[in-house]
């Protein structure tokens, strides 16, 4: 099978000749820039450079030479990768290059601001962290449903579409990796980058009629975009990603009751809108955290593959996820413990954890192999590679 065949088949629950795998298909399955820096060097690549992609979290596009390296199936459409580059220092003095259409300025206490063109900070990294957090909530000061309808969402811009529509028909005609196409589409997520967490939790519990007017404007907003998208790629990718995380380390955000009078209902909304478009791109669902209590919820909503699969969130025990819905979502990472194995273990530590996981979520298909969310900064080469050692020793159906 060649790369998009194989993942294609595991999404299915078909077997295919052996287990698929992932590394920088999409935002929380990559790597960050300075341990990609760092991986390079352990690997003795010395060509291309570190282009940062996703700027907040400050995660690096992986390359052709790396993704041969560890057998990679998947690659990336995202508008972050079309833009053009600048030079742009990491915050350990790496030298990389980032999306030109991101622009800094010193905070003058050793961090930085993400600005716009016009000066406008939206969003800060401290000196002594490594990613940007928002600092903008254009809804922060709204009160009123009358408020909201004066909120106009930006649309994806035709220059943006026509960018990702030439990138989308390149990769199909001129790899042949399964293409996972950077849309979005969250709920939950984006009412607090709207409104401000707090302030949107506080109108879940406190007024939902504001909070149902905002989500059903959200609604109708990925609606219109999604078509868009889809008109322009849906003939290339095979996958669309979905944003949205749910989930905490201790169990949902948000009651499961209140996931399923609230959320659910839009989420089967916009996928079944995906599926009735175009039937053969898969719905892939990233939500952090524990979801167990909500997976029946999302099956039902029509998600096909299951992101990052935090096996070490409360309630998402793996043999119970496999055993309860692996006949119905393509399970897609999960495949190592990021939180304690992959960066403090020893290199032995790391490849038993990933062995142990494989043995679990690879039978009878479903399953694209992946570390649990991004691989961050500090993570040691050798740990990395003796991951994807323990993959490939254990890849073969």
């Known amino acids: 099978m060649n790369h998009r065949e194989r993942v294609l088949c595991s999404i299915r629950h078909e077997i295919p000749d052996r287990l698929p795998v992932d590394l920088g298909g999409m935002r929380s399955t990559g790597i960050m820039a300075i341990g990609y820096a760092a991986l390079k060097d352990h690997l003795s690549i010395t060509d291309g450079d570190i282009y940062v992609f996703d700027t907040t979290q400050q995660l690096a596009y992986v390359e052709e030479p790396v993704r041969q390296r560890f057998g990679a199936d998947v690659v990336i459409l995202d508008t972050g990768l079309l833009k053009g580059w600048r030079p742009y220092t990491l915050p350990d003095g790496t030298p990389s290059k980032i999306t030109s259409d991101f622009l800094t300025e010193p905070d003058g206490q050793g961090g930085e601001y993400a600005v716009r063109a016009d000066g406008f900070r ?36 035709d220059e943006s579409l026509d960018l990702l529509r030439e990138e989308a028909k390149r990769l199909y005609n001129e790899t042949d990796y399964a293409i996972l196409g950077t849309f979005g589409g969250s709920f939950l997520e984006t009412g607090q980058g709207l409104r401000g967490w707090t302030n949107f939790m506080m109108d879940l519990a406190g007024d939902r009629a504001f909070a149902e007017a905002l989500l059903d404007r959200i609604l109708e907003h990925h609606l219109q975009n999604v078509e868009r998208y889809l008109d322009a790629v849906g003939d290339y990718i095979q996958l669309i990603q979905m944003g949205g995380d749910l989930g905490t380390q201790a169990g949902p955000q948000i009651r499961p009751q209140m996931y399923y009078d609230l959320i659910q209902p839009l989420q089967k909304t916009l996928w079944g ?10 719905v892939f669902l990233h939500c952090c955290g524990g979801i167990y209590d909500l997976i029946p919820g999302i099956i039902d909503a029509g998600c096909d593959v299951l992101n990052p699969v935090q096996t070490n969130a409360k309630g998402m025990d793996p ?12 399970f897609w990472g999960g495949g190592v413990d990021t939180q304690k194995i992959l960066p403090f273990g020893t290199p032995e530590e790391v490849y038993e954890n990933t062995c142990q996981t494989i043995e679990i979520f690879k039978p009878d298909g479903g399953f694209v192999f992946c ?3 991004n691989i961050q900064a500090q993570v040691a080469p050798e740990n990395i590679v003796a991951m994807y050692q323990a993959v490939q020793d254990n890849w073969d159906y």
């Open 122 to 157: 939206w969003a800060h990294r401290p000196e002594s962290c490594l990613y940007f957090d928002g600092i903008h909530h254009p809804l922060e000061h709204i009160d009123s449903i009358d408020g909201l309808k004066r909120f106009q969402p930006e649309l994806i811009s």
């Open 273 to 282: 809108r995906i599926h009735e478009l175009k039937p053969d791109v898969a």
């Open 319 to 330: 043999i119970k996820l496999k055993e309860n819905f692996g006949k119905d979502l393509c």
């Open 371 to 373: 570390q649990i969310h």
